[in-house]
């Protein structure tokens, strides 16, 4: 039975101990009703203005279409739209509308949009990094994530450090519910204590040939024990602080309601950011 702590306002001990034993805190209450407003309204405010035609990128982590994608890669500087996979038709015409095809948008949002850096840029997130652990928090990439009904898609088990790779390994993630998450509408699972090997199972990074193109190193090649995730059920405003190297996964959305969430990874800036990860650091 996952710890569910009420409000941002713990005691210091308890959130490092809880974090430390399963990779994860899921705290209720962390952000307002009017802050997931908030959110809401920006990301629809920023989606009415978007270029559905020159913006045809789809995110599937079954496939993984993205990582040949010019589009994915720049978008670690850009507030970039991903559709789900199966919104297009094979000419590339959108078959449903745009507020519904969408997958996520980032991954800079809180760099480049004025409400969602004021949002990130909040002192108890930072505060409750240094207290999990690191010397100098940098937050790093954003993601408006939709999971639309009976639209959006399942998310295979990963570890978030793959995708942003320190040395050591130092990537924190803060995902908050923006609308209540459950089995029924795609809620995050994961597999509490599993974030203690000594490495990520795999990493994605560019290749020395051709910075335009990333692969997929596997290290380890075991499959998790997707048997052992437990449903990460949570009420709008709740949040979900995840190790690096804690596995996680969500199914698609079957019902009729939408789950929306917001993500925002920290990495230490004290550790080492090599420059073939696929997000390009600006300094
Ligand atoms: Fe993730």
């Known amino acids: 039975m996952i710890r569910k702590f009420q409000g941002l306002n713990q005691k210091d001990s308890d959130l490092k101990k809880q974090f430390d034993q399963d990779g994860l805190l899921v705290i209720e209450d962390a952000i307002s009703k009017d802050d997931c407003k908030a959110l809401k309204d920006q990301i629809s405010a920023i989606v009415d203005g ?3 035609d020159n ?8 496939t993984r279409d993205q990582e040949s994608d010019s589009y994915f890669l720049n978008s670690s500087n850009n507030i970039s739209f991903f559709l789900e996979s199966g919104a297009l038709d094979e000419q590339g015409n959108l078959q449903i509308p745009k507020e519904r095809a969408l997958n996520k948008v ?3 949002l ?20 240094k207290l999990l652990g690191m010397a100098k928090p940098l937050a790093l990439q954003s993601m408006y994530i939709f999971k639309h009904p009976q639209i959006g898609g399942e998310v295979v088990c990963h570890q978030d450090s793959s995708y942003l790779w320190t040395e050591p390994q130092s990537c924190i993630g803060l995902w908050f519910a923006v609308e209540d998450a459950t089995v029924d509408n795609g809620c995050m699972w994961g597999i509490p204590g599993a974030h203690t090997e000594a490495s990520p ?3 994605l990074q560019r290749t020395k040939t051709d910075r335009t193109v990333t692969e997929l190193t ?3 090649d075991t499959q998790w024990g997707v048997a052992e995730s437990v449903p990460l059920e949570v009420p709008a405003g709740s949040m979900i602080a995840l190790h ?3 596995p996680h996964l969500s199914g698609p959305n079957t019902s009729d309601q939408p789950r929306d969430a917001f993500a925002l990874h920290f990495v230490d800036d004290a550790c080492h950011y090599p420059d073939d990860n696929w ?3 600006v300094d």
């Open 50 to 52: 978007m270029d559905i």
């Open 244 to 246: 690096g190297q804690f």
């Open 55 to 62: 913006n045809q990128s789809v995110f599937d982590t079954i």
């Open 106 to 108: 980032g991954h800079a």
């Open 218 to 220: 596997v290290f380890d």
């Open 201 to 203: 199972r795999s990493r």
């Open 110 to 129: 809180h760099r480049l949009d004025p409400v969602f850096s004021e949002f990130c840029g909040r002192p108890e997130f930072t505060r409750l990094m």
């Open 279 to 281: 997000l390009e650091r």
